[in-house]
Every structure is written in C-alpha cells, then in structure tokens.
Antibody
Framework: EVQLVESGGGLVQPGRSLKLSCVAS????????MTWIRQAPGKGLEWVAS????????YYPDSVKGRFTISRDNAKSTLYLQMNSLRSEDTATYYC???????WGQGVMVTVSS | DVVMTQTPPSLSVAIGQSVSISCKSS???????????LHWLLQSSGRSPKRLIY???NLDSGVPDRFSGTGSQKDFTLKISRVEAKDLGVYYC?????????FGSGTKLEIK
C-alpha cells in the first residue's frame, strides 16, 4: 500500500524557517518525480515545488522561488521542503504527492503568524 | 502561466441525476510526447485530494465508471452519471503539461 506521511508543520513567525518531511512507502521512491502542493484555508490548490526522481532538477513557481527548496533522500525514501523567509500568505496545508497521482499525504498545517 | 477556468463554481444535484463540469485552459495541454496531461481530482470534506481521472479520460483504479472525462487541446469536461451521495465534495481540474503546474478553482458538488 502506498503511503505518504508528512511531518514538520506548525506555527512559525514571519521571516522564520521551517522544514517539512514526507516519508514514502509502498512504492519504489527513486522511480518517481515528487511534488509539494499547498492549500490555504478555504482556498484551492497551489503547486509549490517538484523534483525529478534523481533529485537532479527542481521546479518552483515564482511565489516561492528563492525562498523554498525541495530535496529528497532516495536512500531514506524521504522528500523535504525547506521553507525560508516565511510570509503570512504561506499559511496553508502542505501536501506531499507523487506528482498529481492518486497518492497524496494527509497534509501538514503550516501557520505563519506573529 | 496556464490559466485553468473551471465552471460552474458550484452544483446542486439530486441523487441519480447527471452533472458535467467544464475546464478550459488558456493554452493547449498537449505535451511534446503527444499526450495531454489534464487530470481531475476530488477533495471530499476534510480529506486530501484524490485523483479520479488522468490524461483526460483514464479512470484511476477503483473509480466507478459513472465518472468519465472527455476533451482535447484546451477544452475538457468531467461527467458524473447517476450521482451518489459519496460523490459530494470539490472537484478540481489540474494540468501537468506546463510549468508552473496549475489547477482550476474548483467546483463544489452538493446533493439536493
């Protein structure tokens, strides 16, 4: 059974950093691109970052480029999202996905507030 | 960026009826490999989104054939036949042809 389990969310002050993790199981992790997608409270879905299966290439929208870094450790079947210079508009539930596949994590809440 | 225009924003339907949701993209979603990476997702209340249909018309495992997807290039439709109570939630279209990946704004399906 495919499982994606996120962790690392919480309340953080504006300008501070937070690192999310997503542990994958039930599939060959290093065969797949992975993606973070977020959803602000009561809002729709927004793509945050994607990474190729080897980790050799990463992709970001302008809204997070230069502040967020996606990475992976294929030996640990773990995906990461390092979030720096956080803003109030980054407040959202963050989902780890096997890139818009049927497989999504349960989501982890990040709240940016003073 | 590819803008995904999804309509209607909400639908109220009786059990057993059929509904259609439209998704139009601002650019063609045909990738260089000839495939069209337009997908449909359902987010039930309080749950993570779940993909129902990939590449326009392919049902994911376990998705009943009451769901169907059609379309090409820039114009796509999700149809749900014989709506059941468990179908309620917010439906999103999503494109993964172009970066940045983008989503429609969602259609909330309510049961009358």
């Amino acid at each position: 059974e495919v499982q994606l389990v996120e962790s690392g969310g919480g309340l953080v002050q504006p300008g501070r950093s937070l690192k999310l993790s997503c542990v994958a199981s039930g599939f060959t992790f290093n065969n797949y691109w992975m993606t973070w997608i977020r959803q602000a409270p009561g809002k729709g879905l927004e793509w945050v970052a994607s990474i190729t299966n080897t980790g050799g290439s990463t992709y970001y929208p302008d809204s997070v480029k230069g502040r967020f870094t996606i990475s992976r450790d294929n030996a640990k079947s773990t995906l990461y999202l390092q979030m720096n210079s956080l803003r109030s508009e980054d407040t959202a539930t963050y989902y780890c996905t096997r890139t818009v596949s049927p497989y999504w994590g349960q989501g982890v809440m990040v709240t940016v507030s003073s | 960026d590819v803008v995904m225009t999804q309509t209607p924003p909400s639908l109220s339907v009786a059990i057993g009826q059929s509904v259609s949701i439209s998704c139009k993209s601002s650019q063609s979603l045909v990738y260089s490999d000839g495939k069209t990476y337009l997908h449909w997702l359902l987010q039930s209340s309080g749950r993570s989104p779940k993909r129902l249909i990939y590449q326009v018309s392919n049902l994911d495992s376990g998705v009943p054939d009451r769901f169907s997807g059609t379309g090409s290039q820039k114009d796509f439709t999700l149809k749900i036949s014989r709506v059941e109570a468990k179908d309620l939630g917010v439906y999103y279209c999503a494109q993964t042809t172009h970066f940045p990946l983008t989503f429609g704004s969602g259609t909330k399906l309510e049961i009358k």
